[in-house]
């Protein structure tokens, strides 16, 4: 029986790569990848040669069964997104999910997750946290937004550019304009930045200034008196 890996790639510098994940991916018999273009690129700068197929959220379910019988038969592959840990808020639950009920080893390299540099720079309580990945962009937003109105532990959110100004008024609107939030952005390239303050303050921020590239939230948790 064959074995996946779950192999973590850089959020931006390339030099994050671990000699680990290296290996894995040189030694995989086939690498399955979000986007083959993007991981491509990567693989052609650590000269990995070694055959790829397109897994990504549009073909993930039709394709799982393929992937395991190609493990049941004996091959190792390598999952990666096109930047991060698989499965985190990207493609990866299922075929993870498959492989356990198989009785398919998986093993995960550890490596580049953008949340976590992200709460550690915040300067926010990260000795608990809530991982809240995408909010739903319509239906069920603004019911998860007052519910999270009452935690209590610091919260980690991923979005686009394009709504960051938007989902900071919200979170504002329910949670009030002085609760500290910090947003990073561009985490291990060349501008990265994290912009900390009140929702209020950031939300101005960003008015004035549009982002660009992954953003991650961290804000702080409801403050128990």
Request: proline share 5%; with cysteine; net charge neutral.
């Amino acid at each position: 029986m064959g074995k996946l890996y779950v192999v973590p790639t850089p959020v931006g510098n390339l030099e994050d790569m671990t000699l680990r994940a290296i290996r894995v991916l040189k030694e995989a018999d086939l690498i399955l990848a979000e986007d083959t273009r993007t991981t491509g690129i990567l693989l052609k700068h650590f000269d990995i040669k070694n055959p790829l197929q397109s897994h990504h959220k549009f073909n993930e379910h039709r394709a799982v069964e393929q992937v395991v019988q190609k493990l049941l038969a004996g091959q190792t592959l390598a999952l990666v997104s096109d930047a991060g840990t698989p499965a985190i808020s990207d493609p990866g639950f299922l075929i993870v999910r498959e492989c356990v009920r198989n009785g398919i080893e998986v093993q995960c390299l550890p490596g580049a997750t953008a949340f976590v540099p992200a709460i550690v720079s915040s300067g926010l309580p990260n000795d608990r946290f809530c991982f809240e990945g995408f909010l739903p962009q319509k239906k069920g937003r603004l019911s998860r937004l007052q519910e999270l109105a009452e935690e209590t532990r610091t919260m980690i959110f991923y979005e686009s550019p394009y709504r960051l100004v938007k989902t900071l008024t919200q979170l504002s609107e329910q949670m009030g304009l002085e609760r500290e939030v910090a947003v990073c952005r561009e985490i291990s390239k060349l501008h990265e930045e994290c912009v900390r303050g009140t929702l209020q303050e950031v939300a101005t921020h960003f008015t004035a200034h549009p982002p660009k590239g992954e953003i991650v939230i961290v804000l702080k948790g409801k403050t128990i008196k």
